[in-house]
Every structure is written in C-alpha cells, then in structure tokens.
DNA sequence: CGCACGATGCGCT
DNA sequence: GCGCATCGTGCGA
C-alpha cells in the first residue's frame, strides 16, 4: 500500500497547501476506490480571520486544533461538505482545504454520487470542494479520520514543478480576501475558478 | 433563545 | 450574472 508523502506536513501549511498539488486523494470503500489528482488547494493559517480557527477552539474545528494528518470535515450552507487536511501540531489550528481534484480512478462512483449526466463535462465532477466532497463520498462522518492510516488517504502523484503553479486570493470569503493563500494548476481544466 | 450567515453549487435568465 | 436552497454554528440579547 502506498505510504502518506513523509515530508508533506513537516513544513509551514502554504507549504503545505502548494505541495498537495500533484498529490492522490485516494478514499477505499467496500464498494471500490475513488481517487483524484488535486489541482487547487487553500491554506487557512492561525490568526487568519477566515479561518474556522480563528475564534478559538469549538466542537465544530475540534479536529482543526488537533494533530496533524488528520481530516477536517465542515458542513456548509446547508447542504455542501469540504474536506480540509489538517497541518500543524496539536493545538495550533492550520489546515488545508482542498478546492479541486482531477478524476482519476473510480469515475462510475463519482458521477453516481454527483447524480452525472452525458451532455455534464467531467470538469462538473470535482471543480468545487463541495463537489468533490460528494463525489469522493465524504461528509461529517469522516471528520477526524487519520490520513495517515485509513481509508481515505494522501499519495504520491505527479510532480508539479512551480512553473505550472499559480497562486491567488482565497474564493468564497470576505476577510482577509487579499491574501493570496490559494494555490492551482495552471491550465487544467478542473479548477474551480481561474 | 433567536437569528444572521457561510471556505457553495445549481438552475434559470 | 443572479437568486435561492437549507441548516449547523456561534454570537448577541
């Protein structure tokens, strides 16, 4: 079985926000395995006023205050999950949420999931956190699970090198908007927004 | 205890 | 481009 990227929490989270790009996003379940190259992330930082964090330590950002590795599920609007990767050691309260993945394996799962249809592009399958929270299968109930060891998981995947990276203000917030904490492949086609 | 609103997506115009 | 669905959370009263 593939092993979690061993340095891929050991530096600062927009470090770790801009080398998720490339990375698997890999989720097995009795009824097979889903898996997606990730193309756009976003770093919530401690005392950043858009982040869940922010006002300190809730049982809804429990998992964000705790050890690094894990999964940090929120519901929102609601009706929409978006799964995060916890950064950080514990107590600290930094995560990264990943905004978009390229389908790679499991197709049939996620457009099931997604309710997919022939004249949908495939774009509509995981360019959103939402959508690939629903179309990975993922909600509140796989908050605090452990990357590191368990069903849903990070793997090695495609080298990005930092040409065909891009960086911009966070989408979907309203402080602390200038901060350029988003990060995304150039050109691919699944990006939530360029 | 009430209420405004959100790290969004969809369908319609 | 815009309005709305839909509800947990957290803040203010």
């Known amino acids: 079985m593939p092993a979690f990227p061993p340095s891929l929490l050991s530096g600062t989270t927009l470090k770790t926000a801009r080398n998720l790009l490339g990375k698997r996003l890999v ?5 097979g395995t889903v898996c997606g190259i990730i193309v756009e992330t976003e770093a919530y930082l401690r005392n950043d006023p858009a982040s869940h964090s922010y006002r300190g330590r809730t049982r809804r950002n429990d998992v964000m205050f705790g ?13 929409h999950h978006c799964i995060n990767v916890v950064t ?7 995560a990264v949420l990943i905004r978009a993945v390229e389908p790679a394996e499991g197709l049939a799962a996620m457009k099931r999931r997604r309710g ?3 004249t949908m592009p495939l774009t509509m399958l995981t360019n959103g956190p939402a959508k ?3 179309a990975f ?8 699970m452990d ?44 990006v939530s927004r360029t």
């Open 67 to 79: 050890p690094p590795g894990r999964l940090y599920v929120y519901f929102t609007y609601g009706m």
């Open 147 to 190: 990357l590191r060891r368990g069903s849903v998981t990070i793997e090695e995947g495609v080298t990005v090198p930092d040409r065909m990276v891009r960086r911009s203000g966070r989408i979907g917030i309203s402080v602390a908007a200038e901060k350029r904490w988003r990060f995304f492949v150039k050109g691919s086609p699944f």
């Open 27 to 31: 989720c097995r379940t009795r009824t």
């Open 137 to 144: 299968g993922l909600s509140t109930r796989h908050n605090g």
């Open 132 to 134: 690939l929270a629903q």
């Open 116 to 118: 997919w249809k022939k």
């Open 88 to 94: 950080q050691r514990e107590g600290v309260g930094e």
